[in-house]
């Protein structure tokens, strides 16, 4: 009887405002967003009968198999790669001058800006046998049979590096401009070599931000589709690629939907492991 | 060791104090009785596995001087390492760090802007102005015997009495103002010439304040009371001389009585004032 009386007490007005402005996106969400989902994972298990056949072709196809391996193979090596370039760009713009990083800020950022549709031809043209890449190898005499660079692994990893480079610098800048600027000059003082300064303390304390990083980079790796499509002329296929052949070409769109299903589950799971390591929502508001 | 603490947010404060050893490739047993015996003197030893983060601003301080400590350098400069304490707290640091000294005979080069600090802590102080060394001496010869007027006025109060010297004999010297004549020391002065301009410091606690004009003699002087700030044990006072001189004195607490406006005299003994070095780049 009392329970009722001290039930939720009735929230400030301003409160209430906050929750209907919240309504219109959920609803959106929820509707463009969420249902779809839910389609596709229903879609996984009924089509093109009930049960999970779908899901038994993940051990059972090879086709499948191999694009699945192909997909995880380039998704973790894009992945070193950039965190590697990465690291690389976001230390130098810590220390560098104010001034030099500003331009470097902004070549980082003017990246953004070009359609990954357009990044992924230009690259087709500076990588194929006749491209500027090869041409003025072979100008120089470097080489005498143009390098195989695009149509296979290596171009999808050359574009994909490529895309993902300012999602890697991004989030490592932020990390490294929180580290106190006197610890490395006191690991020095304290008679440690640049090496033993960088290892013991700079980098100890930049992991959370390669972590941070690193899981951006592999989520987006892992569902790549413009690019590889592209940069791997029908010969190194992933697994976003192979879902929209499923659809469009083949009309299996129970395979379609078990893969993308598989997709999602195993991004969610990476990330709920890494969740048990560290706290995975502040890593990726920065 | 730094201003900041400047200790590793990631490391405990074991790890923390073990990082001179790592990078001296000191590890194992040998390392951890190093560690375990600092801690022990800085009196950290239950925080040893805790965090920097998790300690106080006093501990992390001990923190940083475990760390400079442990690798048992021969030198260690602390420049300003209590700037970031309270007053209260600044007090316990200088006392412990004087026994943290004492134990370890280690030499410090203790860089503050801290007078009373430089003064209580010091075997040895250094006035630097502008890079130049002014004096180097213990604290009390410092305060006694200053060189130059920077010195003089750096360390405590002084009076400055200029003049022309009018008569030179031995150590001792006199200086004439224009309000008084006071014998004054010649210290570690160049033996003046007579006629030459001179400066002299007087500390304000050397003089000594009197109703009547009592001991006669070349070092008294009349003067009107102007100010009186009460400090408890002593009282500030300070003297207007007949020539627009003013004359800072302190006296013990109920040793004389007078109010602002009275007419006293002050005296002090011949070797009270001391010649020092002028400013002479200063004025320019």
Redesign the interface.
């Known amino acids: 009887m009392s329970a009722a009386a001290v039930a939720a007490p009735t929230a400030p007005r301003g409160e209430r405002l906050y929750w209907v402005l919240l309504v219109l996106p959920c609803l959106f969400l929820g509707l463009f967003y969420v249902v779809p989902v839910l389609n596709v994972l229903v879609m996984s298990v009924t089509v093109p009968r009930v049960g999970v056949s779908n899901y038994a072709e993940l051990a059972a196809n090879p086709a499948v198999r191999r694009v699945l391996w192909t997909t995880v193979r380039i998704g973790a090596l894009t992945t070193a790669i950039t965190l590697v370039l990465g690291y690389i760009v976001a230390y130098a713009l810590v220390h560098t001058s104010p001034r030099q990083r500003q331009t470097l800020m902004a070549i980082v950022v003017a990246s953004f800006w070009i359609s990954v549709l357009i990044r992924a031809f230009a690259w087709v043209a500076l990588l194929q046998s006749a491209g500027l890449i090869n041409s003025a190898l072979m100008g120089l005499g470097l080489i005498d049979s143009p390098l195989e660079l695009v149509r296979n692994e290596t171009g999808v990893m050359i574009g994909m590096v490529h895309y993902m480079l300012p999602y890697a610098i991004l989030p490592l800048y932020a990390n490294m401009s929180g580290i106190d600027r006197s610890l490395v000059p006191a690991a020095r003082a304290l008679g440690a070599t640049p090496a033993q300064a960088f290892r013991w303390v700079f980098l100890p304390m930049s992991l959370p931000g390669l972590i941070g990083a690193g899981i951006i980079v592999l989520i987006f790796s892992l569902g790549f589709y413009i690019t590889p499509a592209i940069l791997g002329g029908g010969k190194t296929i992933m697994v976003a690629e192979y879902i929209s052949v499923q659809i469009s070409e083949t009309l299996r769109w129970g395979l379609a939907a078990m893969l993308a299903t598989a997709l999602l589950a195993s991004v969610l799971l990476l990330i709920f492991w890494l969740s048990r390591f560290m706290d995975v929502e502040a890593v990726l508001r920065k | 060791m730094?201003q900041?603490y400047?200790l590793?947010?990631?490391l405990t404060v074991n790890d923390n104090v073990d990082?001179?050893l790592?990078?001296?490739g000191i590890r194992g047993a040998d390392a951890q009785r190093k560690i375990d015996a600092v801690l022990e003197m800085a009196q950290l030893g239950a925080f040893a596995r805790r965090f920097p983060r998790q300690l106080s601003g006093g501990q992390q301080q001990r923190v940083a001087l475990a760390?400079?400590l442990v690798?048992e350098p021969e030198l260690l400069l602390l420049d300003e390492p209590l700037s970031a304490l309270d007053r209260a707290l600044r007090k316990d640091f200088q006392t412990e760090f004087k026994a943290i000294h004492r134990k370890v005979g280690t030499t410090f080069i203790y860089v503050t802007h801290d007078q009373e600090e430089a003064l209580t802590m010091s075997d040895r102080i250094v006035i630097l102005d502008r890079g130049r060394i002014l004096q180097s001496a213990p604290p009390s010869e410092l305060y006694e015997r200053p060189a130059t007027e920077f010195v003089a006025r750096f360390l405590g109060k002084s009076n400055f009495l200029r003049g022309r010297i009018t008569r030179v004999a031995g150590e001792a010297a006199d200086l004439h103002c224009a309000a008084l004549t006071s014998a004054v020391s010649i210290g570690q002065q160049d033996v003046p010439a007579i006629g030459a301009n001179a400066v002299a410091a007087l500390r304000p606690e050397k003089i000594k304040l009197h109703q009547t004009a009592a001991p006669g003699g070349t070092c008294s002087v009349e003067g009107q009371v102007v100010d009186i700030t009460y400090l408890g044990s002593v009282i500030d006072v300070t003297l207007a001389l007949l020539d627009g001189m003013t004359l800072a004195a302190t006296v013990p607490a109920g040793s004389i009585t007078f109010a602002e406006g009275d007419t006293l005299v002050a005296s002090w003994a011949a070797d009270a004032a001391i010649l020092v070095a002028p400013d002479a780049e200063r004025g320019a």
Do not use: N, Q
């Open positions: 730094f900041g400047a590793f947010p990631h990082f001179p790592r990078t001296r760390r400079a690798f």
